[in-house]
Nanobody, 127 residues
Framework: QVQLVESGGGLVQAGGSLRLSCAASGRTFSTYAMGWFRQAPGKEREFVAAISWSGGSTDYADSVKGRFTISRDNAKNTVYLQMNNLKFEDTAVYYC?????????????????????WGQGTQVTRR
């Protein structure tokens, strides 16, 4: 059974930083691309960032480019989202997700339907 557990959310001042972590278990982590999505109150869940199975390619939503960095440590079965210069509009519940396909990369990683497993989410709030 696949489990994804996010951590690292919290309350942050304007311009502050947070690092989210997502620990995965249940499948060979290094085989699957990972993504981060977020959902603000009253809004649809939206793509934030994705990283290929190898870590060799990444993709970002335009709204976070230059401020957020996605990375992965396959030895620790963990994907990270470093968030810098946080803005009010970054306030949301952040979810990590795992691709249904093995050894994947490319533009399909920006779509929610690409992902089959989801974490429970972690709240990020900018004061």
């Amino acid at each position: 059974q696949v489990q994804l557990v996010e951590s690292g959310g919290g309350l942050v001042q304007a311009g502050g930083s947070l690092r989210l972590s997502c620990a995965a278990s249940g499948r060979t982590f290094s085989t699957y691309a990972m993504g981060w999505f977020r959902q603000a109150p009253g809004k649809e869940r939206e793509f934030v960032a994705a990283i290929s199975w190898s870590g060799g390619s990444t993709d970002y939503a335009d709204s976070v480019k230059g401020r957020f960095t996605i990375s992965r440590d396959n030895a620790k079965n963990t994907v990270y989202l470093q968030m810098n210069n946080l803005k009010f509009e970054d306030t949301a519940v952040y979810y990590c997700a795992q691709d249904r396909r093995a050894y994947s990369s490319g533009s399909l990683l920006t779509f929610r339907s690409t992902y089959v497993y989801w974490g429970q989410g972690t709240q990020v709030t900018r004061r």
